[in-house]
């Protein structure tokens, strides 16, 4: 069964602190990874796909990064607006259904 | 260009009743997709809609839950009888077809169940 495991549950950094979130997955058949952005009381906003090994997307302070199984989503030098839950899937099935990890909850403070 | 449009934003119901959400996806979206959201846990998919044909629903736990998407466009999630574990945000996503992992989310229907 294709899983999707996500981590830190939450992570604290300080503005200008820079680290990264990892996403780790079982999939038979990568047919894509994709990372979201969801703010408290909104659905998620779509930020990346990945395709392939070593593959890496870039946005303002965001950087995505894909291995053969798992993916990171860097941020460097933070701000308060980056406060979100990061979420990052993969689809299965022939219908392209995306199943989500559980998402790392990052808090930036001032 | 129009976002996703869901409605009711909120619900509180009693255990044992009924209740049903609303969808309105991007204009010339072919995909529809409902999840559900449980607090502190990420989304999880329920049913997937190819125009008005289903394309899957294995997650659906159809002895309660029910959706419809009449002439393609809209759709409606329902829910009876409710029960406390319901209780979450049911999020309605559409894509321009099943391709594309790149989904837009409305801002979804927050459910609390007493």
């Known amino acids: 069964e294709d899983q999707v495991t996500q981590s830190p549950e939450a992570l604290r950094l300080q503005e200008g602190e820079s680290s990264s979130l990892n996403c780790s997955y079982t999939v038979s058949g990568l047919r894509g990874l994709f990372w979201y952005r969801q703010d408290p009381g909104k659905g998620p906003e779509f930020l990346f796909t990945l395709y392939s090994a070593g593959e890496e997307k870039e946005k303002e302070r965001l950087k995505a990064t894909l291995t053969k199984k798992e993916s990171f989503l860097h941020i460097t030098a933070p701000k308060p607006e980056d406060s979100a839950t990061y979420l990052c899937a993969v689809p299965r099935g022939a219908g392209n259904m995306l199943t989500f990890g559980g998402g790392t909850r990052l808090m930036v403070k001032p | 260009e129009a976002g996703v449009a869901q409605s009711p934003r909120y619900k509180i119901i009693e255990k044992r009743q009924s209740v049903a959400f609303w969808c309105n996806p991007i204009s010339g979206h072919a995909t529809l997709y409902w999840y559900q959201q449980i607090l502190g846990q990420g989304p999880k998919l329920l049913i997937q809609?190819?125009?008005?044909?289903?394309?899957?629903d294995s997650q659906l736990p159809k002895d309660r839950f029910s959706a419809e998407r009449l002439k393609g466009v809209d759709s409606t999630l329902k829910i009876q009888p409710a029960k406390l574990e319901d209780s979450a945000v049911y999020l309605c996503?559409?894509?321009?077809?099943?391709?594309?992992?790149?989904?837009?989310f409305g801002e979804g229907s927050r459910l609390t169940v007493l």
């Open positions: 809609f190819q125009n008005n044909g289903v394309v899957d």
């Open positions: 996503a559409s894509s321009y077809d099943r391709e594309t992992g790149e989904l837009f």
